[in-house]
């Protein structure tokens, strides 16, 4: 019989070994984590869940029966140490495990800090899976004082959760402005706006040059500007990388992620990819997108084509961030963008639109699901949008989709 083995259990590989089941593939499935919970969802970590509005138990993403009830072999706190695409096995500390066909859905790692400038510090958090969160939570009090590295959605998102819970926030930026590699400027102007008016103390083109601890613990912050904080706790949000040291081992080509083919398949004909760990053709280049929804949509075709679909995976890149009372909701890829038009609503209602030349190329919408929605749509559909149109807030964006 057919065994499939899946290593990584998030949101890729549950998604995956779910698809197989349900698109009637009948042999062996077994997905293997690191992690000893269930697979779960991770965005709600660093808010909901973070936040103390969200039990454990609704992170995950189907209850244990699931996995049971569709004959499939969950391998949880396992550790993959090698993967043989010659013998067609991998190895799980002294364990050998035989498999047809394999598929890799290892997601990222979280970038820490240095050792050498203190990155091993108690108190230094990053934010990625449950046991950071877990360990991060009980610092997260009122009156506590946090450092937030790193000024991108996961650091903003940080200091969002920490100053609705009376933790007074610095945060520090590297680069000229917040969201400088992800977002225009009318973006970062908008989200250090939100942020300041709730307390946060936001630096940019400031870095962290050291921390100093006692006993082991974080209790300070020297930033490169030479100013000092007393800190009672870090949060470190400078993004994330492929885990795809196991297919390097392999001798799976890697470029910026395990490199696939537009069906989801890897240098080895049994191995596939999918999810943050993956890069694969996208228009005329390559891209890797850390995203929920592209977790789901590439692990489902790569499942379909592990049965012989033979499907191209199009990519259609929409993303999310919640921030107080404000979601943003981000569709499309605004690389090359070259002017924006900004259509204000009321309040903190706003989109702003990328373009290149008249070309629509992504929008980030804060709280306005209806732009979104349209301009998702007219992404997808490879159409733009009239830039007088999308400027006059009067004006009515359904008659785009119709143009």
Request: proline fraction near 4%; hydrophobic fraction near 40%; aromatic fraction near 6%.
């Amino acid at each position: 019989m057919t065994h499939i083995a899946v290593i990584g259990a998030g949101q890729a590989g549950a998604s995956l070994v779910a698809k197989l089941r349900k698109s009637g593939f009948d042999g062996d499935i077994t997905l293997i984590g690191a992690e000893e919970a269930l697979p779960y969802q991770r965005p709600p970590l660093s808010k909901a869940y973070l936040l103390g509005e969200m039990e454990v138990e609704r992170l995950f993403l189907r209850p244990e029966s699931f996995y049971a009830e569709n004959n499939i072999t969950l391998r949880l706190g396992a550790k993959v140490d090698v993967i043989d695409p010659a013998a067609k096995t991998i190895r799980i500390g002294e364990e050998i495990v035989a498999y047809d066909q394999l598929a890799l859905t290892t997601g990222s790692h979280p970038r820490r800090l240095p050792v050498s400038i203190g990155g091993d510090l108690g108190g230094v958090h990053v934010v990625r899976d449950l046991t950071d969160v877990d360990a991060m939570a009980p610092a997260v009090t009122d009156g506590a004082r946090a450092l937030i590295v790193g000024g991108g959605y996961i650091g903003l998102e940080a200091a969002a959760v920490c100053a609705k819970r009376g933790v007074s926030v610095t945060l520090v930026e590297m680069a000229d402005r917040i969201l400088q590699r992800v977002a225009a400027p009318e973006t970062s102007d908008y989200f250090r706006t939100l942020h300041t008016g709730h307390g946060v103390d936001i630096r940019e083109g400031v870095g962290l040059n050291h921390l100093e601890g006692e006993d082991g613990t974080v209790t300070r912050a020297v930033l490169s500007d030479g100013s000092t904080l007393d800190v009672d706790f870090v949060v470190v949000g400078v993004g994330i990388a492929p885990a795809y040291e196991l297919a390097e081992t392999a001798d799976l080509e890697i470029e910026n992620g395990i490199r696939t083919d537009a069906h989801g398949r890897t240098s080895d004909a049994s191995i596939w990819a999918a999810g943050d760990c993956a890069s694969f053709p996208y228009k005329d280049h390559r891209i890797r997108l850390e995203s929920v929804p592209n977790a789901i949509d590439q692990a489902e075709v790569v499942a379909e084509n592990m049965l012989g679909a033979e499907k191209t995976y199009v990519a259609t890149p929409w993303f999310w961030s919640d921030q107080y009372d404000v979601k943003l909701q981000i569709a499309g890829l605004n690389s090359g963008y070259d002017n924006v038009v900004t259509r204000q609503g009321e309040g903190a209602t706003t989109s702003f639109w990328y373009y290149t030349g008249d070309q629509l190329v992504a929008v980030d919408a804060m709280n306005d699901p209806r732009a979104y929605m349209v301009a998702k749509r007219l992404i997808e559909a490879g159409k733009t949008a009239d830039k007088t149109v999308v400027a006059n807030p009067d004006a009515d964006l359904k008659p785009l989709l119709k143009a």
